[in-house]
């Protein structure tokens, strides 16, 4: 006899809810709990960028677009690439998604086969170990926490196997803000190379990154631009997460592949976002620049702050996570984060949903204003100080 279970996909039966989201839809109706949960930046839109939107809608621009997005954002993307030491053609090359996470699933449907491998370097964003394991590939994961919270190439080499078909990256990385070191990045680019894989790095981050440190991108090493999918978007460095805008660069042939699926599942990205988009690579560069300054300013604060309650914490290099060590309160990550959440009206995420390398610890955003950070920090800090007793 059917069960009604039996009237579901399995495949999405087996994967798990996304842990973020978890803690999000618990802070639904209590304004009282101060959020460093979600990844979300606390500024709107820069005022050009929402400007230029809201004239096209009011010039009736409220069709849809090519498959591949507006030929002006996927200009302005090509220009802006440049400054990275990559060249990718705006007609065949670049495709705009509805955010970097379509961006993440469209790829992995393209480029996995069942029973392929893809090496997934953890702690990392909840989104890749599901979506991989959905296209019935197997996902090799690596402890990136063993090397300083990047992976190394050593490790990468280690787990590659006649099956392996790519490598899953994340620099500035989520939940740990660290970056992958230029000398590092060179070393993976060659082993990726010599196997003849994918390497499949989400740089939605590469804007905020601090103390003088710059994001490079592996695709911009010679020879690699074959074996590279670049996926970025506008979310973080813009302040455009409601308005689900990305991008995928990559080889043509591939580009190809992926456009299919992106035809199929959203058609387009919302035609306004792209213009608004587009506007922000040519003008809104002081904004994003503003924001970046301030987000390395709470960091500091933060940082400061959870050293001084003697948590261990990697100093983030980029992004606007932190990802401090609560192993020594005697808790789980998930019973540190419901008991501060249910006894102190403080929200963040438990480390170990970004999968290895995360229990023991707690993600906390510092893309909110600082009144509400130095609250939240002083109720953690009670916390952290209730459990010695």
Not at 366 to 387: C, G, M, N, P, Q
């Amino acid at each position: 006899m059917n069960t009604r279970e039996d009237r579901f996909s399995k495949s999405v039966m087996d994967i798990p809810p996304s842990g973020i989201r978890k803690f999000f839809e618990m802070l639904i109706g209590h304004d009282d709990v101060i959020s460093l949960s979600v990844g979300e930046p606390d500024f709107p839109t820069p005022w050009c960028m929402r400007e230029e939107a809201f004239y096209h809608l009011e010039k009736g621009h409220t069709s849809y677009t090519s498959n591949w997005g507006l030929i002006e954002l996927r200009e302005e993307i090509a220009k802006y690439m440049k400054r990275y030491n990559m060249d990718y053609n705006p007609e065949k090359e670049i495709l705009i998604t509805v955010g970097a996470s379509e961006g993440v699933d469209a790829v992995l449907r393209a480029i996995l086969n069942p029973e392929d491998e893809i090496i997934v370097s953890q702690p990392c964003y909840v989104n890749y170990t599901p979506l991989a394991e959905l296209t019935k590939a197997k996902v090799v994961t690596i402890d990136s926490s063993v090397n300083g919270y990047y992976p190394s190439a050593e490790q990468i080499e280690a787990a590659c196997t006649s099956k392996t078909k790519a490598l899953m990256i994340c620099s500035p990385n989520n939940p740990t803000g660290t970056m992958i070191p230029r000398e590092e990045l060179a070393k993976i680019a060659e082993v990726c190379k010599k196997h003849k894989i994918w390497v499949i790095s989400d740089e939605i981050y590469c804007e905020l990154a601090y103390d003088g440190s710059e994001h490079v991108s592996i695709g911009s090493f010679p020879g690699m631009k074959d074996y590279t999918i670049i996926l970025n978007g506008f979310s973080k460095s813009f302040a455009m997460t409601g308005w689900r805008i990305g991008y995928i660069a990559a080889p043509s042939d591939l580009l190809v592949q992926i456009v299919k699926l992106h035809g199929y599942n959203t058609i387009c990205a919302p035609i306004f976002s792209q213009y608004a988009a587009a506007e922000g690579l040519r003008n809104a560069w002081e904004e994003v620049e503003k924001m970046r300054i301030s987000y390395q300013e709470r960091r500091n604060l933060m940082y400061r702050s959870f050293q001084e309650m003697g948590l261990p914490v990697p100093e983030p290099t980029g992004a606007f996570y932190m990802f401090p060590d609560i192993s020594s309160t005697g808790l789980t990550s998930e019973e540190f984060a419901t008991q501060l959440f249910q006894k102190y009206n403080v929200a963040v995420v438990p480390g170990s949903v970004f999968g290895k390398g995360g229990e023991g610890h707690i993600r906390c955003c510092y893309a909110t204003a600082v009144d509400k950070i130095k609250i939240a920090l002083e109720r953690i800090a009670e916390f952290v100080e209730s459990l010695k007793k």
